[in-house]
Structure formats: structure tokens, C-alpha cells
């Protein structure tokens, strides 16, 4: 299971969306990270997080690090969603406020 990248015209300019894989663990993060640093390059990044059931660590630690990267260039990271397993990931090690992930939606 790889991600996948499309890119959108936007008012304001490009934007970038990157899906996440189902599984996002170490072993996926080369292809998660080359999507992400191609986002940096536009105004704007749409993250799609809806489809992850296992991520680990290291693919929350890329994430944290995208945000803050965009942020600092001024850029807009919109989640398009977020899965439960993320969430509880983020929240687990501390990096909601960091990942600025949307609140969650009652089911």
C-alpha cells in the first residue's frame, strides 16, 4: 500500500494533498516523506489521514515536523481528515496542538 499525490489549484495557488497509507509506519515513510517535502514547495498542503490503522513514532515525528516546516514558511496545512488511530497516537505522545489535527466528529 503506497500513498498517493494530486495536486489542485487553489485561489491563492497550488495546493498539495497527501494521503497517507492505511499502514504508516517506518518502512512507508521514504514515499510519505518525498510527498511532503513536494508540499513544502506549494502555498498550501491538504493532508488526508482518514484511511491510517497502524502509524508508529516515526511517521507522527515526519508529520510534526512538516507542520512546523510549513508554518514557518507561512504555508496552510488543512487536515481532510484523521483517523481515531492518529488521533489517539497524537494525543498519546503529545503532538495534537503540534499536528494542529481538527477536532474530532461524533460518530
Keep these: 500500500m503506497g500513498s498517493s499525490k494530486a495536486k489542485s489549484a487553489t485561489a491563492s495557488g497550488a495546493t498539495?494533498?497527501?494521503?497517507?497509507?492505511?499502514?504508516?509506519?517506518?518502512?512507508d515513510l521514504?514515499?510519505?516523506?518525498?510527498?511532503?517535502?513536494?508540499?513544502?514547495?506549494?502555498?498550501?498542503?491538504?493532508?488526508?489521514?482518514s484511511a491510517v490503522e497502524r502509524i508508529d513514532t516515526a511517521a507522527l515525528q515526519l508529520l510534526a515536523v512538516f507542520c512546523r516546516e510549513a508554518g514557518a514558511k507561512g504555508h496552510t496545512v488543512t487536515w481532510l481528515g484523521a483517523s481515531t488511530v492518529l488521533r489517539d497516537a497524537a494525543a498519546l505522545l503529545g503532538l495534537t496542538q503540534t499536528l494542529e489535527l481538527p477536532a474530532a466528529t461524533p460518530a
Aim: charged residues 20%; hydrophobic residues 50%; proline residues 9%.
Design 30 to 49: 521514504p514515499g510519505v516523506k518525498s510527498e511532503l517535502q513536494a508540499a513544502l514547495i506549494t502555498p498550501a498542503a491538504e493532508l488526508d489521514a
Design 16 to 27: 498539495t494533498r497527501v494521503v497517507l497509507p492505511a499502514d504508516c509506519r517506518i518502512a
